[in-house]
């Protein structure tokens, strides 16, 4: 399965990306185990807060992820 991901603000420093394209497992489907991968990929992000959206909506972990969805990993944020 292949899915697209975007980085913005802390979580592109520290991955020195704002976009990538990733192939996933079929079995590795959800965004816990997205997160698992992403964590293991860039270690830095275990020490950072951050947000999931995938296709433009804020989402849980527990969320089923499908083919050629956009994922976005959001750095907090404050509104004012």
Same mark, same amino acid.
Request: negative net charge; proline residues 4%.
């Given at each position: 399965?292949?899915? %697209? #991901? $975007?980085?913005? /603000?802390?979580?592109? @420093?520290?991955? %020195? $990306? $704002?976009?990538?394209?990733?192939?996933?497992?079929? #079995?590795? #489907?959800?965004?816990?185990?997205? $997160?698992?991968?992403?964590?293991? %990929?860039?270690?830095?992000?275990?020490? #950072?807060?951050?947000?999931?959206?995938?296709?433009?909506?804020?989402? /849980?972990?527990?969320? %089923?992820?499908?083919?050629? @969805?956009?994922?976005?990993?959001?750095?907090?944020?404050?509104? /004012?």
């Amino acid at each position: 399965m292949i899915i %697209n #991901t $975007k980085y913005f /603000g802390l979580i592109a @420093d520290i991955t %020195n $990306k $704002k976009e990538e394209q990733l192939q996933l497992k079929e #079995t590795l #489907t959800s965004v816990a185990s997205l $997160k698992s991968i992403m964590e293991a %990929n860039y270690p830095d992000l275990r020490k #950072t807060s951050y947000s999931v959206a995938v296709n433009q909506a804020l989402v /849980g972990i527990e969320t %089923n992820l499908k083919e050629q @969805d956009v994922i976005a990993f959001l750095p907090p944020f404050a509104g /004012g």
